[in-house]
């Protein structure tokens, strides 16, 4: 098993940067891919990026965040963040940690994070 916690979300101005992290149970070399997803109220869940955890780490971006988002992962730290940077209002969601470990998916509790003058 895998268990996830997610942390810095909050509110941040359009424009704004936030790092949001995920801590998780287990050294995640052991993962086979991490991930962020996102839901906005009223919407599905969506992928916003992911990283394969193994050598140095593919990583595939939604259209919507490319150039804007970064993710990325301390195995030293068993931790996984994703840097946001220019926000925006419709960046406003439940942002969610995924693990892929051993053909089960694992989720954090989410942290919400709030784009808005």
């Known amino acids: 098993q895998v268990q996830l916690v997610e942390s810095g979300g909050g509110l941040v101005q359009p424009g704004g940067s936030l790092r949001l992290s995920c801590a998780a149970s287990?050294?995640?070399?052991?993962?086979?891919?991490m991930g962020w997803y996102r839901q906005a109220p009223g919407k599905q869940r969506d992928m916003v990026a992911f990283?394969?955890?193994?050598?140095?780490?593919?990583?595939n971006y939604a259209d919507s965040v490319k150039g804007r988002f970064t993710i990325s992962r301390d195995n030293t730290k068993n931790t996984l963040y994703l840097q946001m940077s220019s926000l925006k209002p419709e960046d406003t969601a439940v942002y969610y940690c995924n693990a892929q470990y051993r053909h089960y998916n694992y989720w954090g509790q989410g942290t919400q994070v709030t784009v808005s003058s």
């Open positions: 287990r050294t995640i070399d052991s993962i086979d891919v």
């Open positions: 990283i394969t955890t193994v050598g140095s780490g593919s990583t």
